[in-house]
């Protein structure tokens, strides 16, 4: 819906270079820390900072949004390959080969093969429906590529662990190589995947609601 005239919501641009601006790391489990808490004792925003007009807030709130939408263009780009070495090398230089060079144990190498199918095929699924939006900001269908692509980089992440056995268990160099101890800290972070932007069930209902149109 269009913003109300006065819809009590302002925005402002404010100074983090402040006294009484406290910013405090927040360490994840990867050992990462993207996130902070931020405390404000007594700060100041300035009304000169005021982007737009005092109390038509709402407007630049839906625009933020949209634009975060537009965001998940990067969804439609098959950025899903990331991640570390490549799992059929991986699994050859863990688990071995045969005598024909094929990953040995048969029951990962129908677990990669799996997951390089799911991976083409959603790929080849958001490149098509790009196209079909014909430059317009992707709608709701979104919801199931960040749901599916939440699930889909953890089941890669949990199948280069697999291969990696006690060599997975590795925090830093310390007796281990930087790509060992680095797929455990992407196994540990992906995990954020599925409630990052919106959790795995807001992406369920977005999906059943604006996608599927099932009642409430």
Not at 61 to 87: D, I
Not at 131 to 139: A, C, I, K, L
Not at 147 to 164: C, H, P, V
Request: with cysteine; aromatic share 8%; proline share 5%.
């Amino acid at each position: 819906p269009d913003a109300p005239k006065h819809d009590g919501i302002s925005f402002l641009l404010f100074s983090m270079d402040q006294p009484g601006v406290t910013v405090k790391p927040i360490e994840l489990i990867s050992g990462a820390s993207p996130f902070c808490e931020t405390f404000f004792d007594n700060a100041i925003a300035s009304k000169d900072d005021l982007v737009g007009n005092l109390n038509r807030g709402w407007g630049i709130a839906k625009r933020l949004l949209q634009h975060e939408r537009s965001g998940m263009r990067e969804l439609a780009t098959g950025s899903n390959t990331r991640t570390g070495p490549r799992l059929h090398e991986l699994a050859r230089q863990y688990c071995g080969a045969d005598n024909n060079g094929r990953i040995a144990n048969p029951i990962l190498r129908a677990s990669i093969t799996r997951y390089h199918i799911d991976s083409k095929a959603f790929r080849l699924t958001q490149r098509r429906t790009i196209e079909e939006s014909e430059g317009s900001t992707p709608g709701p269908a979104t919801s199931i590529f960040k749901l599916y692509g939440a699930n889909l980089i953890k089941a890669r992440t949990e199948l280069q662990l697999s291969m990696l056995g006690t060599r997975g268990i590795g925090w830093d160099n310390t007796g281990f190589t930087t790509d060992e101890f680095e797929i455990t800290r992407s196994w540990l972070g992906f995990k954020a995947h599925s409630i990052a932007g919106g959790s795995n069930e807001v992406q369920k209902n977005i999906i059943a609601k604006r996608v599927l149109g099932l009642p409430d």
